[in-house]
């Protein structure tokens, strides 16, 4: 059974960092690329970053280039999300997914969500 689990979000103020991780299991991690999307309150799903395997390519969204990015661990079946320069607009709760996807997805496969809420 395909499992994947979010931690790492939080509450925190404009500018600030945080580092989202996604433990998976059930698949061959190393042989399968992965995807964050996030859904703000209200909207749909919004692709943010995908990784290829083992490491590349990468890919982000222009709302998140510059400021996020995506790694992976493949010794440890997770991955990673290191978010800087936080801004209120990315406050939603963040997923990540199994496959490598074009901004359009689709994201059939992914976890239970952590909350990042970035507010002064």
């Known amino acids: 059974e395909v499992q994947l689990v979010e931690s790492g979000g939080g509450l925190v103020q404009p500018g600030e960092s945080l580092r989202l991780s996604c433990a998976a299991s059930?698949?061959?991690?190393?042989?399968?690329?992965m995807t964050w999307v996030r859904q703000a309150p209200g909207k749909g799903l919004e692709w943010v970053s995908s990784i290829g395997r083992p490491n590349f390519p990468r890919s982000y969204a222009a709302s998140v280039k510059g400021r996020f990015t995506i790694s992976r661990d493949n010794a440890k079946n997770t991955l990673f999300l290191q978010m800087s320069s936080l801004k209120a607009e990315d406050t939603a709760v963040y997923y990540c997914?199994?496959?490598?996807?074009?901004?359009?997805?689709?994201?059939?496969?992914r976890g239970q969500g952590t909350q990042v809420t970035v507010s002064s």
């Open positions: 059930g698949f061959t991690f190393s042989d399968t690329g």
């Open positions: 997914a199994k496959g490598f996807t074009s901004s359009s997805g689709p994201w059939p496969v």
